[in-house]
């Protein structure tokens, strides 16, 4: 079974960049599609990027296209979130997820605040 931890979050002013990381254990990370998601304070969870086995198709939502990039070490196990020009709208607890055939498994959530 596989294990997400996030790292990265912190506090940022707004226009500033930050990469979070989520590092896998378990060996179905490279079986497994891997997302980010947020959840902002007083708010329901919501998709921010994804990329598929080998990275080669990624997803994102409107909100943070052109601006945020996911990708994946399959080497590594590790799944990545560049986040540029960030806004205070992006405030939030941000998730990793893995999604393989019949197993779901999130994070435990890299909180990220952003300053005006």
């Known amino acids: 079974q596989v294990q997400l931890v996030e790292s990265g979050g912190g506090l940022v002013q707004a226009g500033g960049s930050l990469r979070l990381s989520c590092a896998a254990s378990?060996?179905?990370?490279?079986?497994?599609?891997m997302g980010w998601y947020r959840q902002a304070p007083g708010k329901g969870r919501e998709f921010v990027a994804s990329?598929?086995?080998?990275?080669?198709?990624?997803y994102y939502a409107g909100s943070v296209k052109g601006r945020f990039t996911i990708s994946r070490d399959n080497a590594k196990n590790t799944v990545y979130l560049q986040m540029n020009s960030l806004k205070p709208e992006d405030t939030a607890i941000y998730y990793c997820?893995?999604?393989?055939?019949?197993?779901?498994?999130w994070g435990q959530g890299s909180l990220v605040t952003v300053s005006s």
């Open positions: 997820n893995a999604l393989s055939p019949g197993l779901e498994v």
């Open positions: 990329a598929s086995r080998s990275g080669g198709s990624t």
């Open positions: 378990g060996r179905t990370f490279s079986n497994s599609d």
